[in-house]
């Protein structure tokens, strides 16, 4: 299995930082990473595939970028709605198809 | 718009049966595979089980392997998951997810609302 290093666990930021959350794959994975965002009690939602391309309706302040076995998501300006849990996923080959341990970004 | 809704979630006592349900609205469920993804409380996002567009591939998580089976029905726009021999780490909250393929990518959207899972006597 393809093991996934998400770092921080958790960060604290104010409203209109820049916040950068990366994630370390075990082995190469081309560029077969996704980011999600999920607020409590909501299911995940995709905000980056393919490592760097924005999903339609997500805010340009979100971005990915990284290849082979380093990716980053950037936040540019923090946004009050922004304060949620991240995860990245890799998709490389078959599955297992894993995820992260997630980032949790609260408010300072 | 497209939708994904997951039911046939609640408690059930260790060494019991569930079957999860996931309905498609708004796109050729079809032509898509599925997934289901799973939370524990308080905890990460766990794979579980992937199937094609026709059922022709399958694949599970070690966790669920020989316990857990994926299925759907093409004609009612349906994903099932028919969970066996449940035990206690299987309590979670259990999400349906469509899978977006490209030549050099791979995504899961939308994800359904999610359906939780007890698993306690």
């Known amino acids: 299995d393809i093991q996934m290093t998400q770092s921080p666990s958790s960060l604290s930021a104010s409203v209109g930082d820049r916040v950068t959350i990366t994630c370390r794959t075990g082995q190469s994975i081309s560029k077969y990473l996704n980011w999600y965002q999920q607020k409590p009690g909501k299911a995940p939602k995709l905000l980056i595939f393919a490592a760097s391309s924005l999903q339609s309706g997500v805010p340009s302040r979100f971005s990915g970028s990284g290849f082979g076995t380093d990716f980053t998501l950037t936040i540019s300006s923090l946004q009050p709605e922004d304060f949620a849990t991240y995860y990245c996923?890799?998709?490389?080959?078959?599955?297992?198809?894993?995820f992260g341990q997630g980032t949790k970004v609260e408010i300072k | 718009e497209v939708y994904l809704v997951e039911s046939g979630g609640g408690l059930v006592q260790p060494g019991g049966s569930l079957r999860l349900s996931c309905a498609a609205s708004?796109?050729?469920?079809?032509?898509?595979?599925m997934n289901w993804v799973r939370q524990a409380p308080g905890k990460g996002l766990e794979w579980v089980s992937y199937?094609?567009?026709?059922?022709?591939?399958?694949y599970y998580g070690d966790s669920v392997k020989g316990r857990f089976t994926i299925s759907r029905d093409n004609a009612k726009n349906s994903l099932y998951l028919q969970m066996n021999s449940l035990r206690a780490e299987d309590t979670a909250v259990y999400y349906c997810?469509?899978?977006?393929?490209?030549?050099?990518?791979?995504?899961?959207?939308?994800w359904g609302q999610g359906t939780l899972v007890t698993v306690s006597s």
């Open positions: 996923q890799q998709t490389y080959s078959t599955p297992p198809w894993t």
């Open positions: 708004g796109f050729t469920f079809s032509t898509y595979s």
């Open positions: 997810a469509r899978a977006l393929v490209t030549t050099t990518a791979r995504w899961f959207d939308p």
């Open positions: 199937i094609s567009s026709s059922s022709n591939t399958i």
